[in-house]
């Protein structure tokens, strides 16, 4: 047991570098974005896991707005053949203090004027993550309007299942809406991902204010 337990170290060891360009490759190809990640370690017991800190993710590489998401650190958990394969295949992924900012007017600046297609289902299963949970998370939406402050929403115990499905990912959240001030429970279903066109991702539920 403990030579099998030196080998599988040894072997998941070598495969940090491996699993880090899977995981941005896979963010990249899936999300039509420019993928930073400070630094990435995959562990082995008591179970395949991976620890990150650092993940910014930049809409079409554009520097000239903040990234779309930001996170500071998270962790997974995974099967064997998760990490390795394609697509990625997470089981749990617990991020700590995500954060989404919508330019005024939207991803795609004005002067893009490519068509809109149907988003391709390669690029829909580069990753698949069966439970993504956050506890403290924020959505900031910019306004056309430089002399408006963005609107900013709280976001608490967000939960997504199924992000990476055909079907899309379904969700509940309870978040703080800025004005006027109050509570916001809601669940239901988002996605797929548009990655040509953000605006045209679906979205469906209920909520109650």
């Not at 030579?3 to 060891?13: N, Q």
């Not at 069966?130 to 967000?158: C, M, N, Y």
Request: glycine share 10%; aromatic share 6%.
């Amino acid at each position: 047991l403990s030579i099998v337990g030196a080998l599988l170290l040894e072997r998941f060891t070598r495969m940090t570098p491996y699993v880090r360009d899977q995981v941005v490759s896979s963010l990249n190809t899936r999300f039509a974005s420019e993928v930073e990640l400070i630094s990435l370690q995959v562990g082995v017991f008591p179970r395949p896991s991976v620890r990150g800190e650092g993940l910014v993710l930049r809409y079409n590489g554009r520097r000239d707005v903040p990234p779309l998401l930001t996170v500071p650190s998270f962790f997974a958990t995974a099967g064997l053949l998760g990490l390795s394969g394609r697509p990625v295949h997470l089981k749990t992924v617990e991020l700590d203090g995500l954060e989404i900012s919508i330019p005024g007017g939207g991803l795609n600046p004005e002067s893009d004027q490519r068509p809109v297609s149907v988003p391709s289902r390669d690029r829909s299963r580069t990753i698949l993550i069966d439970r993504l949970v956050s506890q403290a998370a924020t959505l900031e939406v910019a306004s056309k309007d430089p002399g408006k402050l963005p609107r900013r929403f709280e976001i608490h115990d967000l939960e997504m299942i199924g992000i990476g499905e055909a079907s899309g990912a379904s969700f509940r959240a309870a978040l703080t809406n800025p004005t006027p001030r109050g509570r916001i429970d809601t669940e239901g279903t988002f996605g797929p991902w548009h990655a040509e066109n953000p605006r045209l991702t679906p979205i469906r539920g209920d909520y109650l204010f």
